[in-house]
């Protein structure tokens, strides 16, 4: 540890004129010494070893160190931590905020200011000022693409359109978008984070602070579905790759609704152009564009992973109900496209959508299929903590981040303190539950008042805290509330959150009644259950219900019993 603490230091005094020299001889010396004192993990390390993707019953989890972690995270505004200054003051309130991780963006611009020349020191820097604050990182690269536009490619790159075209509109204008059908365009990308992987490999490969790192940022072809330049053009006459006719082939009874429907009605053909298989129209265009976006992706991410085999993931910018493709960023990640994305990126661990709408649930649920792991990169910091609770338990996410953290008003008691706190000390129970089928989670709002949970033998009625008169009310507005339920024993049940009320009922219709024979409020303190007041009375309405009061998060441990 001692080291890399050395080797992050150290590599700031060997700058040259702040830029580092692809080769050279500190270069040279730094590699003999790291491998002579075994600092560096080589270049295809043992899986297991580093950050990686765990199957555990029915969920994937992130691997740290050989042992599950759960991402308690929060994702930087985009310039943040383009500035140490700027970030000094934000790292203390970050920890106080009782973060774990911290979605950082790596911009190529500053990265390889001049082409084959890159500097390291900011990267660096950031990642010593995570482990000084106990963060672990999930790097965002910012290279070809930052919500469809390329703003974060290099001058040197932006200036050149010859070398590095553009993607063009139907009328011929160009975008300020790279195009994804030129080669150059995609090993300029390449080399760049290839670099970085190394580096990271070699600064961070023993002490893993980076943990997972995002290809790109909110892939998608804006303002219309498509590209039109002339490769995009030759290539939309091109007949539907095989590898892509395969897997939707495979996957036949289990495509997303809207993509099946565009390949049946057009005849449900093996073998075609693009308009022969899928129709003509913008949806055509767009699955068109995801295939190659996709594969673009999926080329960075591949050789990325050669250097160092860290989990990689892309990002979905979602869209409004009702618009059409270039209207919302088209062929990105998103989920009527997931096949395609899967088929042509097979390096891509997962997509994550970033959750700004309000109906949290019916987006996540649209990402848990067809095995794709649940990570919540972005989610609208204005909205209630009580999503992380359900994610983990509902979906088995690996991580939750709301965005623009450092903007967080008042960190030492806003609900990311008050809820990662309660997370935190849930987390090995989190961890152990998920894909087990002995955890759920629910969410309740204005729309949905009422959720219904099945564990075990009891039947668990969670009703939003304000459908009880003595409930504490903020007047005109009916908050999001909810948390999770996790079964440990045959009539025990920890349930955790906020704002809700539960009642208890058999799963067996013989008239069987439920009551409460013991319920304690608590806290977890290194794992294990440190019990607090015992709620009886007018605390769980005279044995009728439990009630984890709103504007708070709370745990509270409760015994069943069944009687006639
Ligand atoms: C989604 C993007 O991925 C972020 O980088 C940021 O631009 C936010 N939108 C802003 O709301």
Redesign the pocket.
């Known amino acids: 540890m001692r080291n890399l603490r050395t080797n992050v230091i150290d590599t700031g005094q060997h700058k040259h004129h702040g830029v580092y020299l692809r080769s050279g001889l500190f270069r040279c010396t730094w590699w003999v010494v790291s491998i002579i004192f075994g600092i560096m993990p080589a270049r295809g390390q043992i899986a297991s070893t580093i950050p990686h993707l765990a199957k555990h019953g029915t969920a994937t989890q992130l691997m740290v160190h050989g042992t599950p972690f759960l991402m308690l995270g929060g ?1 930087l ?2 310039s943040s931590a383009s500035s140490l200054r700027y970030m000094a003051p934000v790292w203390p309130t970050l920890k106080t905020m009782g973060l774990n991780t911290i979605l950082v ?1 790596v911009s190529w611009e500053l990265l390889e200011p001049r082409e084959g020349e890159f500097d390291f020191t900011l990267v660096d820097s950031l990642i010593q000022s995570a482990r000084e604050n106990d963060l672990h990182v999930v790097l ?1 690269w910012f290279g070809s693409w ?2 469809s536009m390329s703003c974060y490619a290099p001058a040197w790159v932006k200036m050149n359109q010859r070398r590095f075209p553009r993607a063009r509109m139907s009328n011929g204008k160009a975008l300020e978008i790279l195009t994804p059908f030129s080669i150059e365009n995609k090993n300029a990308d390449i080399r760049a984070f290839s670099e970085l992987m190394k580096h990271l490999r070699i600064m961070d490969g023993r002490q893993q602070t980076v943990v997972m790192v995002q290809v790109e ?2 892939i998608g072809m804006i303002p219309e579905a498509r590209d039109y330049c002339p490769e995009a053009e030759n290539s939309f006459l091109q007949v539907v790759p095989a590898e892509l006719m395969a897997y939707l082939k495979e996957h036949r009874m289990s495509l997303a609704k809207g993509f099946s429907q565009s390949w049946e009605s057009a005849g449900g053909k093996m073998s075609g152009t693009w308009e022969e298989i899928f129709g003509k129209g913008v949806q055509t265009d767009e699955i068109f564009m995801a295939w190659q976006f996709a594969r673009y992706a999926n080329d960075v991410a591949a050789a990325g992973k050669k250097e160092y085999t860290l989990p990689m993931y892309v ?1 979905a ?1 979602l869209m409004r109900p009702g618009s059409k493709p270039g209207q919302y960023p088209s062929a990105g990640p998103l989920p009527h496209l997931m096949e395609v994305w899967r088929a042509a990126a097979p390096q891509i661990d997962f997509l994550a959508p ?1 959750i ?1 709408f309000k109906n949290f649930s019916e987006w996540l649920g649209s990402y848990d299929r067809s095995g794709n792991p649940i990570f919540i990169p ?1 989610a609208d910091q204005q909205q209630s903590l009580t999503n992380a609770f359900y994610a983990f338990a509902r979906h088995n996410a690996m991580g939750y981040s709301p ?2 953290i450092e903007s967080a008003a008042h960190p030492e008691g806003n609900q990311f303190s008050k809820g990662y706190d309660v997370l935190r000390q849930l987390t090995p129970l989190i961890l152990e539950h998920q894909g087990r089928g002995t955890m759920d989670g629910f969410l309740l709002d204005s729309v949905a008042q009422v959720a219904r949970v099945t564990l075990g033998k009891y039947i668990f009625t969670v009703k939003h805290e304000y459908s009880w008169p003595y409930a504490t009310r903020v007047e005109g507005q009916i908050p999001r509330y909810g948390g999770l339920i996790v079964q440990v024993a045959e009539d025990e049940y920890f349930i955790a959150g906020s704002g809700v009320v539960v009642t208890f009922q058999s799963s067996s219709d013989d008239g069987t009644s439920v009551g409460i024979l013991r319920m304690e409020e608590g806290t977890f303190v290194r794992g294990l259950w440190m019990p607090g007041r015992r709620m009886n009375g007018d605390q769980d309405h005279q044995g009728r219900h439990l009630n984890l009061p709103g504007g708070e998060f709370s745990i509270q441990k409760v015994k069943l019993y069944t009687y006639k």
């Open positions: 994702e505004g985009n963006p965002l930052k919500n940022n909110e990002n910018a970033d700004y972005e965005f623009s």
